[in-house]
């Protein structure tokens, strides 16, 4: 025979089924964060008799108040995740000694997904004159399967979210990176003459950067050329390059001076980048009939010409500040060179040298000058350098963007 109180149980337990087969719907039908959250009120405070609830979850590393329904807002301030609820592993029954900023709560049941707290659930009653077991009592156990439900929920949610944002971006930066690369000099770009012979490397560390380097035919027997550096990474760098490769191609003539070309270009960054970034930058023109090499290094790292005949290995560092960092560039001074038979020039940006090596930053340059100052080919020393970029990526000691230029005469 069935015993009333068996009777209770039974149904008892059949309510708490169903009021977990509801809510599994509800999650089932991908309502939004906050459509679930007011579910999760109304079982609450309608099913459950709870008379006061606080939620907090932990995002990015910071807590937040989710939910707080019957609470005042005298209560939700007095509280601190970090130095009220942390401490509580396991759910803690605190009516009889609650702390003082937690007069008014019953319970405290603390959230772990992967052993890891993300959430705190505080419950109390509104009548603590209630005659009987207290709701926040008699369900607690359900009402912590029930708020593990809710929030585990909440968080794949927003671990959703974010992985659709990443993918999102991670599109945009194929796309942006695309983009870049045919603003880059191909191969089949460069300058082709008898009389010299020209490799470049490009290569961005996050996809986009805030390299550049480029050419441009002046005149029949003159090629203009140079290699830029923007400071920082990432889009932001990537978009103040492109706008000064617009800028360079519309201002970089044949008859143009260096000095006015360099003030020309010191403008239009310092407009471009409202004083927030800058660019080091070589720049040249190179007569193949004269062999003469006029240059200006406005900041940039100076680049090697090695002339075999003499052995000598020389660096290319006449010229100015960089570009944007003042409003208007105070000295230039303009190199000119004779460039010997057989001579190689190399010039880069200094994520070729700069590298990691623990908490430190060491130099490469030696290597470099070493790779260039020999009686090997130009295109011989590039694939050397690729080599040596590899060998440290592998390291993972390249942390920037390494643009290559190499010209043998």
């Known amino acids: 025979m069935i015993t009333q109180t068996r009777k209770r149980r039974v149904k008892l337990y059949k309510d708490r089924l169903n009021i977990l087969l509801d809510l599994a719907q509800t999650i089932n ?8 959250l007011s579910e999760f009120e109304i079982l609450l405070r309608e099913e459950l008799d709870v008379g006061k609830v606080l939620v907090y979850t932990c995002s990015d590393g910071l807590w937040q108040n989710l939910l707080s329904s019957g609470v005042t807002s005298d209560e939700v301030a007095s509280i601190e995740v970090e130095r009220d609820l942390l401490k509580y592993q396991g759910i803690e029954n605190i009516t009889l000694s609650p702390p003082d900023n937690l007069k008014g709560f019953d319970a405290i049941i603390p959230l772990f997904h992967r052993f890891k707290a993300i959430g705190y659930v505080l419950i109390g009653d509104v009548d603590e004159e209630f005659q009987g077991i207290s709701p926040t009592i008699k369900h607690l156990k359900l009402i912590q399967i029930i708020s593990n439900l809710i929030i585990v929920f909440i968080e794949n949610k927003r671990m959703h979210s974010a992985l659709l944002e990443q993918q999102v971006m ?3 930066l194929e796309l942006a990176s695309r983009i870049q690369n045919q603003l880059i000099p191909g191969p089949s770009e460069l300058p082709q003459h008898k009389d010299i012979s020209i490799h470049t490397i490009y290569q961005p560390h996050l996809g986009v950067g805030g390299d550049y380097y480029d050419f441009l035919r002046l005149s029949r027997n003159t090629i203009g050329f140079c290699v830029a550096d923007v400071s920082g ?7 103040l390059m492109s706008n000064f490769q617009a800028v360079i191609h519309s201002v970089f003539t044949s008859g143009i001076s260096f000095r006015k070309l360099i003030h020309q270009l010191n403008r239009r960054v310092n407009e471009s980048a409202n004083n927030e970034k800058f660019i080091t930058l070589f720049i040249g023109k190179y007569n193949m009939l004269t062999r003469r090499l006029i240059y200006v290094n406005a900041g940039h790292l100076p680049p090697l010409l090695y002339e075999p005949k003499k052995g000598q290995l020389s660096m290319l560092d006449k010229g100015c500040i960089g570009l944007g960092m003042l409003d208007v560039v105070p000295a230039i001074e303009v190199g000119k060179v004779k460039i010997g038979k057989n001579s190689k020039f190399l010039a880069f940006t200094d994520g070729l040298v700069e590298l990691e090596k623990g908490d430190k930053i ?15 080919t130009i295109d ?3 694939e050397e350098i690729k080599t040596y970029i590899a060998k440290h990526v592998n390291r993972h000691a390249v942390f920037d963007d390494i643009s290559v230029i190499g010209m043998g005469f």
């Not at 039908?29 to 679930?36: A, N, P, R, T, Y």
């Not at 990474?233 to 978009?239: E, Q």
């Open 362 to 376: 060491t130099s490469g340059l030696m290597s470099v000058e070493k790779i260039i100052s020999n009686q090997k």
């Open 233 to 239: 990474k990432g889009i932001s760098a990537a978009l």
């Open 29 to 36: 039908e991908d309502h939004s964060i906050d459509d679930l």
């Open 170 to 172: 991670r599109k945009e």
């Open 380 to 382: 011989q020393n590039i």
